[in-house]
């Protein structure tokens, strides 16, 4: 049993900056978990990935945030972070944090409002 709880989220100028983070609570284990990501759903639009880290640190960007956005994971905390710089409007949406189990399926968080006006 794991739960994920997003926060850092909020509203921003574009060119500014915020920090997600995702905290795991539970039967976590590093070693339970494939890739821990982040993923953002606009109203209309299907949900896409954003950004994902493996239990090997490797890391993997869509187009669209590579240069401005980083995900890192801090396993002592249980946590995993997207710094998110450069914002632009077009980054506005509802994000998610997930971890993709080893056996298949996925944990999900409630999702944070992050809104860049322009």
């Known amino acids: 049993q794991v739960q994920l709880v997003e926060s850092g989220g909020g509203l921003v100028q574009a060119g500014g900056s915020l920090r997600l983070s995702c905290a795991a609570s539970g039967t976590w284990d590093f070693f339970s978990m494939n890739r821990m990501g982040w993923y953002r759903q606009v109203l209309g639009k299907q949900r896409e990935l954003v950004a994902a880290i493996t239990s090997g640190g490797s890391t993997n960007y869509a187009d669209s945030v590579k240069g401005r956005f980083t995900i890192s994971r801090d396993n002592a905390k249980r946590t995993w972070y997207l710094q998110m710089n450069s914002l632009k409007p077009e980054d506005t949406a509802v994000y998610y944090c997930?971890?993709?189990?080893?056996?298949?399926?996925?944990?999900w968080g409630q999702g944070t409002q992050v809104t860049v006006s322009s």
């Open positions: 997930s971890a993709a189990k080893v056996s298949g399926g996925a944990y």
